[in-house]
């Protein structure tokens, strides 16, 4: 395949994904290192893309944007209610890992008034605490991701191996029988630290997310001990998790 030809299938690549690892790029289309890494050169110069650890993430503009202020907006009434709920499982002086994502943040909301210790590598949910006099907040460090706010790669992934908490709350971006997926490679290996460390496993996410496989699997159910969801989760849901041992909530 030719320079030109590839730099437009790489370009297309990009234009449905957020995130592309740099070793899928070149199994794709079957092209060496050094002639994936002058297209990736290229099109950054060109601003389609921003090479990063391990790959490149798009600038393009997509029909389904990663953007906290815009996820933020869909589903509020029952984030509010999952978050709410959410955040009462946890107790004062207990740890908690705090993953990304606008349903999240409802969970921190919630916390703000409880003496906890709080891990995150989300920068939206460590503002939420700013001015609390009981919330102790460490942040992950690491490569910011754009537009959705959250610290990520090999220094993030290295500072959650090196704690430990006693609950997990984070979202997630599809829910099936296989498990639970993501559909940026950069992203889940953070999510992967932060369920090795944890105590317990609390996934919140509404039921839009149930039934939809994000292309990368993150973990299976049977790692997950809890999901906090709305009350439209499809029935068949409610049998897949009660076989795989994870306690459903409705909110």
């Known amino acids: 395949m030719r320079q030109a030809q590839r730099i437009q299938k790489v370009q297309e690549l990009f234009a449905k ?7 899928d790029i070149c199994k794709l289309f079957s092209a060496s290192k050094s002639s994936v890494r002058r297209d990736l050169m290229e099109l950054e110069r060109q601003g389609v893309l921003k090479r990063v650890h391990g790959g490149a993430i798009s600038l393009q503009t997509k029909d389904e ?16 209610r999952i978050g709410k709920i959410a955040a009462s499982f946890v107790e004062d002086g207990q740890t908690v890992i705090l993953g990304g994502g606008s349903t999240v943040a409802e969970v921190a909301k919630g916390l703000s008034g409880k003496s906890v210790q709080i891990v995150t590598n989300s920068i939206p949910v460590a503002q939420i605490f700013w001015d609390s006099k009981q919330v102790e907040v460490t942040l992950t460090g690491g490569y910011l991701f ?4 959250i610290q990520l790669g090999p ?5 959650l ?20 997926s993501d559909s940026n490679s950069l992203i889940v ?12 496993v609390v996934i919140v996410a509404d039921h839009s997310k149930f039934g939809r496989d994000a292309m990368i699997h993150v973990a299976s159910l049977s790692e ?7 009350r ?13 041992d994870v306690d459903c909530v409705l909110a």
């Not at 944007?65 to 509010?80: A, Y």
């Not at 220094?155 to 500072?159: A, G, S, T, V, W």
């Not at 191996?161 to 639970?180: C, E, K, N, Q």
């Not at 290996?189 to 317990?200: E, F, P, Q, T």
Request: proline share 4%.
């Open 232 to 244: 439209e989760l499809p029935s068949n849901f409610r049998q897949i998790l009660e076989e795989n």
């Open 189 to 200: 290996g953070s999510l992967r630290a932060m369920i090795n460390v944890a105590r317990k």
């Open 224 to 230: 997950i001990d809890q999901i906090v969801t709305d």
């Open 146 to 149: 754009p537009r959705l706010g």
């Open 155 to 159: 220094i993030c992934e290295k500072m």
């Open 65 to 80: 944007v990663m953007d906290f202020s815009r996820l933020s907006d869909s589903s509020h009434p029952e984030k509010l």
């Open 17 to 23: 994904q957020e995130f592309v690892n740099f070793e």
């Open 161 to 180: 191996h090196s704690v430990s908490a006693d609950i997990l709350i984070m979202g997630i971006r599809g829910i099936t029988a296989s498990g639970i």
